[in-house]
């Protein structure tokens, strides 16, 4: 099985639909009103920030529910707010030419935002994983230091960290603040533009090791290795939650879903790509079947 990709732009009436390669179909997305046997499509709207979490997700659920096809409908998160917002002024819960049932963007201030609207069901939201910071060494560097702890005892090390005007920097500086070092003496701080920036310095020698976020740390892992994982009572680790579309069509699919995301196996998913955990409700998820 494998989960279709699916832009929310439209050509000519036609969905754009991305499989190993981009082709347009001009076959509406599959009603949920279903003949016997046919098989159940979950649409889930999500941002480039977190769609491989969603379709690493969606082929583990494919596989232990079969008959279930997952699809993506990938937008930036503004594009995301701004597609809800109209398919609810039309009163209908589709994208383009097909449903929506759940929505994953990348950043829970914009679950929140959505939810003030009551564009998303609050009962119906799961934290299914978090961004949590990660100390990255080249290969090369045999001493790395073997936590933060140790980090801040290492005064000769210099630390490739991102710019505060980006959400990784102001984690950086909130955990480099609790370890006593965006203040100490002699520290050698090693400013990058982004995560890339700091790859990039970390490569060339201009630094030692680099502060990143675990999955995007994780994805270059050929390059460099991870070194330690900073504890999360020293900062804010980036919450990331996946909430059900207020009109969603299949209200016990996305329940499933939504359960499945923080079981073993959800969860197992996303500590391979670099996640740090999300959290099962108090309660089970449970909405009113419309």
């Known amino acids: 099985m494998r989960v279709r990709r699916m832009s929310a732009a439209t050509v000519g009436g036609c969905v754009l639909v991305y499989t ?21 499509v979950l649409v889930i709207a999500t941002s480039p920030a977190v769609s491989e979490a969603m379709t690493q997700l969606g082929q583990a659920f494919e596989m232990s529910h079969p008959g279930v096809h ?16 109209a398919m609810e002024n039309r009163g209908k819960s589709f994208i383009g030419s097909g ?14 935002r959505m939810e003030q609207k009551y564009y998303l069901l609050p009962e119906a939201k799961t934290l299914y994983a978090t961004e949590r910071l ?5 290969e090369s560097l045999s001493e790395a230091p073997e936590s933060f702890e140790a980090l801040a005892r290492m005064p000769t090390v210099r630390i490739a960290i991102a710019d505060q005007k980006t959400r990784l920097g102001v984690e950086t500086s909130r955990l480099l603040s609790a370890l006593g070092l965006n203040s100490a003496e002699g520290a050698l701080i090693d400013l990058a533009n982004d995560q890339a920036g ?7 020698g201009q630094a030692d090791v ?20 900073a504890p999360t009572g020293l900062y804010k680790p980036v919450p990331h939650s996946i909430a059900m579309e207020r009109y969603c069509p299949d209200r016990p699919l996305c329940e ?15 500590k391979r790509l670099g996640y740090g955990p999300g959290k099962s409700p108090e309660s089970p998820v449970r909405v009113p079947i419309l």
Not at 99 to 112: F, K, Q, R, Y
């Open 20 to 40: 190993l390669a981009a082709t347009v179909s001009c076959a509406p997305v599959q009603s949920p009103v279903r003949e016997p046997g046919a098989a159940r």
């Open 70 to 85: 997952v699809r993506l409908s990938i937008d930036t998160s503004l594009d995301l707010r701004r597609t809800v917002a």
């Open 99 to 112: 449903p929506i049932h759940l929505v994953a963007p990348g950043g829970d201030e914009v679950i929140t």
């Open 134 to 138: 990660v100390l990255v060494a080249p």
């Open 198 to 204: 700091i790859l990039d310095h970390v490569l060339s």
């Open 210 to 229: 680099g502060i990143m976020f675990g999955q995007d740390a994780t994805r270059f892992q050929q390059r460099v290795r991870i070194v330690a994982t």
């Open 256 to 270: 499933e879903f939504l359960r499945f995301v923080t079981s073993p196996d959800g969860q197992s998913v996303l």
